[in-house]
């Protein structure tokens, strides 16, 4: 009895093997049947909307610098050679943006500039889903980390394959950039009776920054408008400050 029993349970592992090896044949004919050059296209895709990708990010990259962080300008701005910039400080409120604010900008701007280079309009075999786009983007000290969720369909023939999540990394200072005007805010907040130009310039030459202060004034009130750069760095950094009128005098 033993040994029919034996013999059974050889029976079964032998059939669980010949059904496991007849499953793999399939899903490995399946995944190889795909013509070679339909592969050479989706490598070719996936490579077009990462240099897109990069593109954009680098883009919005300048374009929040120059805006204090923003994409979508904040209600409290001004505009200053054509630009958009922030006000970090109006008398004694900080209105400085945080890194999450900067993440979410940065992100914005990406969703709205890939608009601009990703085009498969002419390939009727391509189909993007722009409503499904998504961005996730965070900062580190010495970089930018971005994900992209755009779901895009590739046919040819009976085959179909789907690109999705895209990812890049870019070595970027832009986190320094914010880090630095945040010092000149929390320096200058504490300080409601005086505006010391000079310090805030001798402060930047030690982390090796430039430091562009243009004042403008006005019965109203008195601006600063501050433009922080870096030699080898692409990035503009600006920000303002306002006290309106008879805030430095009252304090």
């Given at each position: 009895?033993?040994?029919?029993k034996g013999q059974v349970t050889?029976?079964?592992?032998?059939?669980?093997?010949?059904?496991?090896?007849?499953?793999?044949?399939?899903?490995?004919?399946?995944?190889?049947?795909?013509?070679?050059?339909?592969?050479?296209?989706?490598?070719?895709?996936?490579?077009?909307?990462?240099?897109?990708?990069?593109?954009?990010?680098?883009?919005?990259?300048?374009?929040?610098?120059?805006?204090?962080?923003?994409?979508?300008?904040?209600?409290?701005?001004?505009?200053?050679?054509?630009?958009?910039?922030?006000?970090?400080?109006?008398?004694?409120?900080?209105?400085?943006?945080?890194?999450?604010?900067?993440?979410?900008?940065?992100?914005?701007?990406?969703?709205?500039?890939?608009?601009?280079?990703?085009?498969?309009?002419?390939?009727l075999n391509i189909n993007v889903?722009?409503?499904?786009?998504?961005?996730?983007?965070?900062?580190?000290?010495?970089?930018?980390?971005?994900?992209?969720?755009?779901?895009?369909?590739?046919?040819?023939?009976?085959?179909?394959?789907?690109?999705?999540?895209?990812?890049?990394?870019?070595?970027?200072?832009?986190?320094?950039?914010?880090?630095?005007?945040?010092?000149?805010?929390?320096?200058?907040?504490?300080k409601t009776d005086e505006i010391?130009?000079?310090?805030?310039?001798?402060?930047?030459?030690?982390?090796?920054?430039?430091?562009?202060?243009?004042?403008?004034?006005?019965?109203?009130?008195?601006?600063?408008?501050?433009?922080?750069?870096?030699?080898?760095?692409?990035?503009?950094?600006?920000?303002?400050?306002?006290?309106?009128?008879?805030?430095?005098?009252?304090?």
């Amino acid at each position: 009895m033993t040994k029919k029993k034996g013999q059974v349970t050889i029976f079964i592992i032998i059939a669980l093997v010949i059904v496991a090896g007849v499953g793999l044949y399939f899903i490995l004919v399946n995944d190889f049947s795909k013509d070679p050059s339909f592969e050479v296209e989706i490598s070719s895709i996936h490579e077009e909307v990462i240099d897109c990708f990069e593109q954009s990010l680098e883009r919005v990259l300048i374009i929040n610098s120059l805006q204090g962080g923003y994409y979508n300008l904040a209600k409290n701005s001004l505009v200053y050679n054509d630009v958009l910039v922030p006000y970090y400080l109006i008398d004694k409120k900080i209105l400085a943006p945080s890194k999450e604010t900067l993440e979410k900008q940065i992100s914005l701007g990406i969703k709205e500039e890939i608009k601009y280079c990703i085009d498969f309009s002419q390939n009727l075999n391509i189909n993007v889903d722009f409503e499904k786009l998504d961005v996730e983007t965070n900062i580190e000290s010495n970089k930018v980390y971005s994900n992209l969720n755009l779901p895009i369909n590739i046919s040819k023939g009976e085959d179909s394959y789907l690109l999705k999540d895209f990812e890049i990394t870019k070595k970027s200072s832009y986190l320094s950039f914010y880090e630095f005007a945040n010092k000149i805010v929390l320096n200058q907040s504490g300080k409601t009776d005086e505006i010391c130009l000079s310090c805030l310039e001798k402060n930047a030459e030690k982390f090796e920054y430039d430091l562009l202060i243009e004042s403008l004034i006005s019965e109203e009130s008195y601006v600063l408008v501050h433009t922080i750069s870096k030699e080898n760095e692409l990035y503009y950094f600006a920000f303002a400050f306002k006290f309106n009128e008879g805030y430095l005098d009252e304090n």
